[in-house]
Nanobody, 125 residues
């Protein structure tokens, strides 16, 4: 089993930056594809970004492209999401997800079998 714990959320003004972190414990996430999702109250959870096991390939949603950067440190079992130029519409609970099914899942939520509990990001205008 893998436990994922997010941190780094908080409140920031529009235009500001935040870096979210996800720490994996329980076992190594060797071979895992990892991703960030977010959920706004009353809406479906949506994919934000994902990264392959090697970190060699990253994928971004249209809303994240150019502003967010996903990265991982496999030696430390950590995943990060650097968010710049934040907008009020980025306000959401952000979730870290991992997949033992494949090292390159991409966007589909169904491809991820490990989830963190989320961290709140609030962007004020």
């Amino acid at each position: 089993q893998v436990q994922l714990v997010e941190s780094g959320g908080g409140r920031v003004q529009a235009g500001g930056s935040l870096t979210l972190s996800c720490a994996a414990s329980g076992r190594s996430f060797g071979g895992f594809s990892m991703a960030w999702f977010r959920q706004i109250p009353g809406k479906e959870r949506e994919w934000v970004a994902s990264i392959t096991w090697t970190g060699g390939t990253t994928y971004y949603s249209n809303s994240a492209k150019g502003r967010f950067t996903i990265s991982r440190d496999n030696a430390k079992n950590t995943l990060e999401l650097r968010m710049n130029s934040l907008k009020p519409e980025d306000t959401a609970v952000y979730y870290c997800a991992g997949s033992s099914y494949s090292d390159d899942v991409g966007a589909p939520q169904s491809g991820y079998n490990y989830w963190g509990r989320g961290t709140q990001v609030t962007v004020s205008s």
